[in-house]
C-alpha cells in the first residue's frame, strides 16, 4: 500500500512572512514616492523665492522690469530689447494668460525676453536650452515651466506675477500652505485650473497652475 505523500503546500508560517515582505515593499515604495514628491515641492519653493528675488533685484538695479527693459540691448550683449507698444510700461507683457505666455516664441515676446534679460544681467546662471537660447522659460519640478506675466486672466492679479503649469492638486495644496494661506482662491498665491469651473478648494487628480504676486 502506497505511503501517503507530504502535503507540499505553504504553511501559515510562510504566507504571513510573505505577506510582510510585500507590505515592507509596498511601503518602501510609497515613502520613495512621498520623499520624491516632498523634494519636488521644496525645489519649487526654492524656484518660486529665488526667481521673486532675482526679478526685484534686476528692477532695483536698472529701474526696469527684465523682459520689459528698453535698454536692456544697450546695458547687455546678445539680448533683445522690448520695442512697439507697451515696451516700457512697467508690465511684462500683454497678455494676462500664462497658456498664451508660456507658448510665446517670438525673440521680442517680453514674457520670452525677462528670462534673457535675467541671464545677462548674472541673475539666473542655469536651465539653458540645448540650443542656448537664452530666452527659454526654465522648467519647473513637475515637467511644467516658471512664466513671469502681468495679471492673470481671471482678473484676480493686475500686476507682475510668477506662475509655474502642471502641479498636482497635492503639490498645490503644499506649496501653497507653505507659501500662504493653503487656500486655492484666497491670498496672495492663487491655483487656476484646466477650465476653471469656479471651485474654491483643491480638488483630487487635478493639475493647477499655481500664480503668486510679487
Known amino acids: 500500500m502506497p505511503k501517503n505523500k507530504k502535503n507540499t503546500g505553504f504553511t ?38 529665488a526667481y521673486q528675488a532675482q526679478l526685484q533685484t534686476y528692477s532695483q538695479n536698472y529701474g526696469a ?64 536650452s540645448g540650443n542656448n537660447d537664452t530666452s527659454v522659460q526654465p522648467s519647473n519640478p513637475f515637467s511644467g515651466i516658471y512664466g513671469f506675466q502681468n495679471g492673470t486672466e481671471d482678473g484676480v492679479f493686475s500686476t507682475t506675477v510668477l506662475c509655474l503649469d502642471k502641479v498636482p492638486s497635492t503639490a498645490a495644496q503644499a506649496i501653497d500652505s507653505r507659501l500662504d494661506d493653503g487656500v486655492k482662491d484666497k491670498g496672495s498665491l492663487q491655483s487656476i485650473e484646466g477650465g476653471e469651473d469656479g471651485d474654491t478648494t483643491y480638488k483630487e487628480d487635478t493639475i493647477y497652475t499655481l500664480c503668486i504676486s510679487m
Open 12 to 49: 501559515l508560517v510562510e504566507i504571513s512572512i510573505v505577506l510582510v515582505i510585500i507590505g515592507l515593499i509596498i511601503g518602501g515604495v510609497l515613502t520613495g514616492q512621498q520623499v520624491i514628491q516632498n523634494a519636488r515641492i521644496s525645489n519649487t519653493i526654492n524656484g518660486i523665492q
Open 65 to 128: 522690469l527684465p523682459g520689459d527693459d528698453a535698454s536692456a540691448a544697450t546695458r547687455f550683449d546678445g539680448v533683445t530689447a522690448c520695442s512697439g507698444t507697451g515696451c516700457g510700461d512697467g508690465k511684462i507683457g500683454t497678455n494676462n494668460s500664462f497658456d498664451a505666455a508660456s507658448d510665446a516664441t517670438g525673440d521680442a515676446a517680453e514674457s520670452r525676453q525677462v528670462w534673457a534679460h535675467l541671464r545677462a544681467a548674472n541673475l539666473v546662471k542655469n536651465q539653458i
